[in-house]
């Protein structure tokens, strides 16, 4: 399960690319507009900020994060997997979703099939899955927790820009591809561990009953503080992200 108060901690640190990612978006009169992975809908509501005339529509399959998602938007609760759009989509966004699904590039092409003439499709993931932050991980997972958590999936890498270039230029459109690190400095005690609490340990939290949560929480502190030592002025912690957008 999700947990929107954890994810939110760092809330600006993780809108920045979103806002970067829609400033490169040239659509400027788009009817319908859909948020593909919308978390708590916050993000999703500049999009109405930046299209006014636009329906705008999000789609996250957590309950608990559309639960939080403001009023006077259309939110909805399902899988973008299943999920289909019910005419043709003038600019689909999806934020941080794509590197848990392996079946990404699959998606996309379906996405590409929604567009609207003149239609535009960005996205932005996390390329940061040889990053400390995922590899100390990894490493508790395979040895002190093997036990409990020595098969929980590990994910797959998401890939570099030039892939998405040649898959969704291949589908007809242009394309505009890039790569940005972010070193976010945080702040307050063991932050790096509160970062990944809302994100990549969630499938670890998931599978571990309540009351083994306090130990691996601590085994995973120790290991990122080691990986990411705090400065005077706070914790430097690098994070690499994989733009696109699309235009058809």
């Not at 797959?156 to 505009?176: H, M, Q, S």
Request: glycine content about 8%; aromatic content about 10%.
């Amino acid at each position: 399960m999700w947990d929107p108060e954890v994810y939110e901690r760092y809330a600006a640190e993780r809108g920045r690319p979103f806002h970067e990612l829609v400033s490169r978006i040239g659509a400027r009169s788009p009817e319908y507009v859909v948020d593909l992975g919308c978390g708590t809908g916050e993000l999703t509501a500049t999009l109405l900020a930046r299209w006014p005339g636009a329906q705008v529509h999000g789609v996250d399959a957590s309950p608990a994060m559309i639960g939080k998602a403001p009023a006077g938007l259309g939110f909805e609760v399902a899988d973008v997997r299943d999920w289909r759009p019910s005419r043709p989509v003038d600019v689909i966004v999806s934020n941080a979703l794509l590197q848990w699904l392996p079946e990404r590039r699959d998606l996309l092409s379906r996405w590409r099939g929604w567009l609207a003439d003149d239609g535009w499709l960005a996205f932005q993931m996390p390329g940061n899955f040889d990053a400390p932050s995922h590899a100390v991980v990894r490493e508790l997972c395979r040895t002190t927790w093997r036990a409990e958590l020595g098969d929980v999936p590990r994910g797959t890498t998401v890939g570099e820009p030039e892939e998405y270039v040649d898959l969704l230029a291949g589908l007809g459109l242009t394309v505009d591809a890039w790569e940005t690190t972010y070193v976010h400095v945080l702040q307050g005690e063991d932050p790096v561990l509160n970062w990944v609490k809302g994100t990549a340990l969630r499938p670890m939290l998931d599978r571990l009953p309540p009351e083994r949560h306090a130990a691996f929480l601590a085994d995973c502190a120790r290991a990122l503080r080691e990986a990411y030592p705090p400065r005077p002025y706070g914790t430097p912690f690098p994070f690499r992200r994989i733009f696109a957008v699309a235009h058809s």
